[in-house]
């Protein structure tokens, strides 16, 4: 297929519906690649095998290529006296056949591209990136797909613009490359993709303002070279205008980028942003919408989800479901099984209980599913739940850095400490929900739940890390932040649940936490140094962390190891320290509440976890 679309068609017959039928299917070929290869590393990786990348690379050059000019058909009337066109003949088929192409080209490099550097440095080799800078051209104002035509009949057809296709298309492209660090430093910075993206965030398409809002986060890291000249160029206003925008993706994305801008910025340049996207409205995007405890929350007593992505509840198994609502989940369709339906005496009709429970669990994540894609209470959770996470993580890029005491006492002030630790609290506090129906918020029934009782459900894992990070970043501070974080009762009541949380990254930025709490900045701190030791003790902190010397995972052990000695020393001495871990009695801690070991985190004692993420796989973006 790849070939055919690069290939010279031999004839093109007029007003022939299979030769039309064949260049839509060429046109689209790319297109479906994508599609099918798109977050899978596999079909990825077989596609390169294939020399996918080499053809479309040829397929987006071609694109490019002069039209041929096209010529009007005989009439036997002269021009002259042929009447004044009362309107538009619209895209000509050539250019459109082009245009598809160009997407469908970009969109499969994309895809290609999206997790391995050696791909895109094989795409860079084959010298498309001026191409996907010339794909990022809209049309101009006074232009349109007409005038870009009659441009195009005697030069590259770049010269035109581009649809909103091919830009969105593009964007993509240029986000997928410059995950690269090699590539962004060099064959992009070369190619000048600065300058077109950040004209695309001022495109009259919300959509096309997302696209480019979305490479712009990786354009902004810090070891960009491009970052102090988008900076220069007004990309913070801009930003922070979109972060105000009624559209959720681009106000997600927009804050989004405002975290990468701020990371290692200047002091004066973190208090500018924050006074253009204003501290009432941060303080109103923190605390987020009201919305029912049990919506979108985690129950504590739940495990790690399945392969399906649906988390289990292992101390209620649900049992076969009642017929009633078995009943509420079969289509008429199913009412007529192929043998499974069988006669009890009388003659009457019914299924066996374990095809009833089968069918029934089937139903439910039908309905779960579809629910969770139609419900628009379930959506604007969702939403909600990933703005906050942003602003979140956007306050802790703001108090990180070596000296980052000036900027911490200005958070402090501006927001107020007060309502800063309340929010904090609001993001890890345990809610107790007494069922009353059979749907647990989330549209998947809750089998059993009269019999069930209550349950302490939390904030999903997203929001409990970025809080925990928050915490680790006042920690970090100077000797009045921590004692000011350990007054916090309520604050830490709320956060000791988490320790045992299932995702091991919510443990490890835990345990760093105590690790900053208990750090002593000088010998003129050791007094106060001993009260936050006697504090977390006698606030169950300590057991916590006892807990995790057996953590299956290894960060969170030798964490756990340092936090405890640090604990020790404070408060019994150096060498009562030692004993008490080399002695200490092994505890079994549970499976349902911990995870298998993953890579070790970054972050070491009184230091500070960083809050950039280069490699954007969305996960939650829908691009």
Request: proline content about 5%; aromatic content about 4%; overall charge negative.
């Amino acid at each position: 297929m790849l070939e055919d679309t690069i290939s010279e068609k031999t004839s093109s017959p007029n007003n022939d519906a299979l030769y039309e039928e064949e260049r839509e299917v060429d046109a689209r070929t790319p297109t479906v690649l994508a599609s099918l290869i798109r977050d899978n590393p596999t079909l990825q990786k077989a596609a390169v095998d294939a020399g996918a990348i080499k053809k479309l690379c040829q397929i987006l050059k071609r694109s490019f290529d002069p039209l041929p000019p096209s010529t009007s058909i005989w009439s036997p009337t002269s021009s002259s006296s042929t009447g004044t066109a009362s309107s538009s003949l619209g895209t000509s088929p050539a250019l459109a056949h082009a245009m598809k192409c160009r997407e469908g080209a970009l969109e499969g490099l994309a895809a290609i591209a999206d997790k391995e550097d050696a791909y895109r440095k094989t795409i860079v080799d084959n010298g498309v990136v001026s191409c996907v800078i010339d794909a990022l051209e809209p049309y101009a104002p006074s232009d349109g797909p007409d005038a870009s035509y009659q441009q195009s009949t005697s030069a590259s057809i770049s010269k035109g613009g581009n649809p909103v296709p091919v830009l969105l298309a593009a964007c993509h492209a240029a986000r997928s490359m410059s995950r690269s660090v090699s590539v962004l430093r060099t064959s992009l910075i070369d190619a000048g993709i600065a300058r077109p993206i950040f004209a695309l965030l001022k495109h009259p398409k919300v959509e096309v303002q997302v696209a480019a809002t979305d490479v712009l986060c990786n354009l902004l890291l810090e070891f960009s070279p491009m970052r102090q000249g988008l900076i220069d160029a007004g990309a913070l206003q801009t930003l922070c205008e979109h972060a105000h925008s009624s559209n959720h993706r681009l106000r997600h994305i927009s804050l989004w980028a405002l975290k990468h801008l701020v990371y290692t910025a200047p002091q004066d340049m973190k208090r500018a942003c924050l006074e253009e996207l204003s501290t009432g409205w941060l303080i109103k995007i923190l605390s987020g919408e009201q919305h029912d405890g049990a919506q979108g929350a985690t129950p504590i007593g739940m495990g790690t989800p399945n392969a399906a992505g649906e988390q289990v509840d292992l101390l209620n198994t649900p049992t076969e479901p009642p017929a009633t609502d078995f009943e509420d989940f079969l289509d008429e369709d199913d009412e007529e099984d192929d043998g499974d339906t069988m006669a009890d005496d009388m003659g009457a009709l019914y299924k066996p209980s374990c095809l009833r429970s089968t069918l029934y669990l089937h139903k439910a994540r039908l309905k779960a599913i579809r629910n969770a894609e139609q419900n628009a209470d379930l959506k604007a959770r969702r939403d909600d739940v990933e703005i906050q996470e942003q602003a979140l993580d956007y306050i802790r890029n703001l108090i990180n850095g070596e000296n980052n005491s000036d900027m911490l006492d200005y958070i402090l002030d501006t927001l107020g400490a007060d309502r800063i630790f309340g929010i904090l609290h609001s993001k890890l506090k345990t809610d107790v929900v007494y069922p009353s129906t059979r749907n647990n918020g989330m549209g998947i029934p809750t089998y059993g739940s009269q019999q069930a009782g209550p349950r302490a459900l939390t904030q999903p894992v997203e929001i409990v890390l970025s809080a925990v990070h928050c915490i680790v970043h006042v920690a970090g501070g100077k000797p009045r932040h921590r004692q000011l974080l350990i007054s916090q009762k309520e604050l830490i009541r709320a956060w000791l649940p988490h320790f045992n949380h299932s995702d091991r990254r919510v443990r490890v930025m835990s345990v760093i936490a105590v690790n900053n709490l208990t750090w002593l900045e000088n010998e003129a701190d050791r007094e106060d140094g001993k009260q936050r030791a006697l504090e977390l003790r006698n606030m169950g902190v300590e057991e916590k962390v006892r807990l995790l010397l057996q953590d299956p995972d290894l960060d969170v052990r030798e964490r756990a190891k340092q936090a405890v000695t640090q604990i020790e020393e404070l408060s019994g001495g150096a060498a009562e320290a030692i004993l008490r871990l080399l002695f200490y009695p092994k505890v079994r801690v549970s499976a349902a509440s911990v995870t298998d070991a993953a890579a070790p985190g970054l972050a070491t004692p009184n230091a500070l976890a960083v809050g950039v993420t280069l490699n954007r796989a969305q996960h939650r973006q829908e691009n």
